[in-house]
């Protein structure tokens, strides 16, 4: 069992920068593959970014590339997401999600474990 807090959200103007953060509870953080999704109103839950249980391997939603950066530190039960030069598009929930897998995956069902989500609005 993994229980996931996200924090770091906020109100941020355009080309700004947020990191967002996900605490982990569970003795088997550690061997799962991390992600972070989000979901704007009135649209579907999309992939951002996911990171291999080593930290080794990470994947980008292709329109993300070079703006947001996934990480995590085992040792702190822990996920971050950067995100700089933010636009207002990118507001949304964001939430991140413990999967079995120990790759990185980039669809919502291999993803067992949801946090709660946190809320990140860009103002233009």
């Known amino acids: 069992q993994v229980q996931l807090v996200e924090s770091g959200g906020g109100l941020v103007q355009a080309g700004g920068s947020l990191r967002l953060a996900c605490a982990a509870s569970?003795?088997?953080?550690?061997?799962?593959?991390m992600g972070w999704f989000r979901q704007a109103p009135g649209k579907e839950r999309e992939f951002v970014a996911s990171i291999s249980w080593t930290g080794g391997s990470t994947d980008y939603e292709d329109s993300l590339k070079g703006r947001f950066t996934i990480s995590r530190d085992n040792a702190k039960n822990s996920v971050y997401l950067q995100m700089v030069t933010l636009k207002p598009e990118d507001t949304a929930i964001y939430y991140c999600a413990a999967s079995q897998m120990p790759t990185p995956q980039t669809i919502a069902r291999m993803y067992k474990y949801w946090g709660q989500g946190t809320q990140v609005t860009v103002s233009s």
């Open positions: 569970g003795r088997t953080f550690s061997t799962h593959a």
